[in-house]
């Protein structure tokens, strides 16, 4: 689609938008959202015609693109037959997109779950944990975001949740492994991993193992600096809930349905949890949709007793209908495979070789269609290249390198002192070398502010 110039639109639409859209994660009055006009695959674009190619696939989870025409057709003809209907009936569209997450989820993961997106997957994940073990408290990570809701905000390890926390949650947060900025003195993978776990089993000592209902970590940290977890930290983190009856919950919400260049993230480690939440990519964001995939062992858990939640749009049948054409599309078109050899073959090598050249390149690191840079004033010392949870005037060269990007034509995900590189899994060779130039671009604005 060719992008078409309408000024006098856009401008409406800014306008109201400013007047009633109250808008997330945001200081309303200092806030200047961009008025989209239209998208498709890899790209969007403004009114007056301005288009870019999406770094940050939406919120991380447009992984086919937008607009793929099957998906939208999809929508459509379930729209036709049946708009919706409540959760407590069997649908084919829900019974289909079930049957599918539970053929691609790893182990006995059979029983889903449906909500509308990830944190409130997230709040059920931790309430059948909790019912499950008759336990009260839950594990998480520091460097981690497992969404907006309640529970969900509680359990997340970076600053979006103090405003929020109340330390009565029932939450205890941990460090994990991050050897770029170790918290254990590491100098090697094997000594991050070995004394991460070793770190996690004395929390949960102290805190008390009958206590702790389920530890949660995101498979790979998503908007917290996408750390790939050292080979051995599922694995050991798996062995020390199966000693300590912890239920062992995945967030795949992010890392699923393609991202990893597996179907989840879980399947790079071989390890199999007790729940996985899951969102976004399940169906591209076309409409509203999360989940929990859920064990044997805790499903056994609620076969003669009521589990007390629901959600009135719980797999609603659009939703469903998009998921069930989306996980089409990704078989029939190799999206998981595009995504793991692309990542392989460009992505990696050509954010490896722009760190070679930009100074305010600390760390490259990521798999498949997710990776991040790790932003520094100084490599010798990996001073970042801003404060931590910096605003304003002392977020100044984040935002500088923000705005070279997009004037260079990509729309980056910039969190703290990292830019992220998420594009559609879909996204092919040219689409992603043309990411990559643009980055080269701005990443000489964030040189300038380098010692």
Not at 175 to 204: D, K, M, N, V
Not at 340 to 358: C, T
Not at 437 to 443: S, V, Y
Request: glycine share 10%; aromatic share 10%.
């Amino acid at each position: 689609m060719t992008p078409q110039t309408d000024p006098q639109t856009g401008a409406a639409v800014k306008a109201a938008d400013r007047a009633h859209v109250f808008h997330s994660w945001s200081a309303q009055e200092l806030i200047d959202p961009l008025a989209v006009a239209g998208a498709e695959g890899s790209y969007f674009w403004d009114y007056d015609g301005k288009r870019y190619l999406d770094l940050t696939s939406g919120l991380v989870y447009t992984n086919i693109g937008y607009q793929h025409p099957k998906v939208v057709a999809a929508i459509q003809e379930q729209a036709a037959h049946l708009t919706t209907f409540a959760p407590a009936f069997a649908i084919e569209a829900r019974s289909e997109a079930a049957r599918l997450i539970a053929e691609r989820t790893p182990g006995d993961l059979d029983k889903i779950f449906f909500t509308n997106g990830g944190a409130d997957a997230v709040e059920h994940a931790v309430r059948m944990a909790r019912l499950h073990t008759g336990r009260p408290k839950v594990l998480s990570a520091y460097r981690s975001y497992h969404g907006g809701t309640q529970q969900a905000v509680n359990l997340t390890g970076d600053p979006r949740r103090w405003a929020s926390d109340s330390a009565s949650a029932g939450v205890v947060h941990f460090w994990a492994p991050f050897l770029y900025r170790s918290r254990f003195y590491a100098e090697t993978e094997e000594q991050e991993c070995a004394r991460a776990l070793e770190h996690l089993e004395t929390t949960i000592s102290f805190e008390g193992p009958a206590t702790i209902a389920a530890i949660i970590l995101e498979t790979i940290p998503g908007t917290a600096g996408i750390m790939v977890p050292p080979p051995g930290y599922l694995a050991g983190v798996r062995a020390l809930c199966d000693k300590y009856g912890i239920v062992f919950v995945l967030d795949e919400v992010m890392a699923g349905f393609g991202r990893t260049g597996e179907w989840f993230a879980a399947d790079l480690s071989g390890v199999v949890p007790d729940l996985m939440t899951f969102a976004k990519g399940v169906n591209s964001g076309y409409v509203p949709l999360g989940g929990v995939a859920i064990s044997g062992a805790i499903a056994e858990t609620f076969a003669k007793r009521s589990y007390p939640g629901g959600l009135t749009y719980s797999g609603h049948p659009l939703a469903c209908a998009a998921a069930v054409a989306t996980i089409g599309v990704m078989a029939q078109e190799g999206v998981v495979d595009n995504a793991k050899n692309l990542g392989a073959s460009v992505v990696g090598p050509g954010l490896r070789e722009l760190a070679e050249r930009h100074p305010s390149v600390g760390e490259v690191r990521g798999v498949g269609m997710f990776w991040a840079l790790e932003l520094v004033k100084d490599r010798e010392t990996r001073e970042p290249l801003v404060p931590y949870n910096a605003a304003g005037e002392a977020n100044a060269p984040m935002a500088a390198f923000g705005a070279a990007a997009k004037k260079a034509g990509v729309w980056p995900f910039v969190n703290m002192n990292r830019t992220h590189f998420v594009p559609p899994c879909n996204a092919s060779e040219a689409e992603l070398k043309e990411g990559l130039a643009a980055l080269d671009t701005a990443l000489s604005v964030a040189d300038e502010y380098t010692a």
